[in-house]
């Protein structure tokens, strides 16, 4: 099956089956565990970075949206654009592309048992020819990025704080550090600063992809 006929084939089968999964909803959570499987499973088979998730602002109308991204992987920025560009129109549901920017800033964010607070990581943005380096400061950073829940929360605060577009079309490295004891000796800026921050640098670099280390 080619690309652009998987593409056909998830909407059509989220077209079957979205009255099912809207009946289950509990605000922006629905009771279809096996539903979201099966859509989880049929992007895949789109693009193995594909992911989505669900929101709901109570202060516009009672539909949903259902933002897809690609997990931070520029190189399937095309995958969620294609995806997007073929959306249906769906009553009770809108599909839209990447996490734009959220105001207000979330002040913490909760990640199982642990919870995760802005005011605890420290950034520095520096500029490299025409890329931007991004560079997280926090207490004990770790070795494996994977295994610290921080590092989760960190990226929920960049896309709320610049978007996820941006952050993988205009940060060419993200880097992780140990916070020093007196951060702006070192030039560090609180991390909920970051916005206007990478507003007043972002025009001066050409879009780039994002890179882990």
């Known amino acids: 099956m080619n690309y652009h006929k998987q593409i056909a084939t998830f909407w059509e089968q989220l077209q079957e089956t979205i009255d099912l999964l809207l009946s289950s909803r509990n605000d922006d959570r629905f009771d279809a565990e096996t539903l ?6 049929s992007l895949k088979q789109i693009d193995d970075n594909l992911t989505f998730h669900f929101e709901h602002d109570e202060d516009t109308d009672d539909r949903v949206d259902m933002i897809f ?3 931070g992987f520029p190189e399937s920025i095309p995958s969620v654009l294609s995806l997007i560009g073929a959306a249906p129109e769906v009553s009770g549901i809108r599909f839209k592309a990447f996490n734009h920017r959220y105001d207000p800033i979330p002040l913490q964010v909760n990640m199982g048992d642990e919870v995760c607070r802005i005011r605890d990581f420290w950034c520095r943005l520096v500029e490299m020819g025409d890329a931007l380096r991004l560079e997280i400061y926090l207490e004990d950073a770790p070795e494996v990025l994977e295994m610290d829940p921080r590092v989760e929360a960190v990226m929920i605060f960049l896309d709320a704080l610049i978007g996820e577009y941006e952050l993988m079309t205009r940060i060419s490295a993200l880097e ?3 916070l020093p004891t007196e951060p702006e000796d070192y030039g560090l800026i609180p991390l909920r600063r970051l916005r206007r921050e990478f507003d007043r640098k972002k025009h001066q670099v050409k879009p780039l992809g994002i890179v882990l280390h």
Not at 36 to 41: N, V
């Open 69 to 71: 991204g690609c997990d």
């Open 36 to 41: 979201l499987k099966e859509y989880r499973d």
């Open 176 to 178: 992780w550090f140990d």
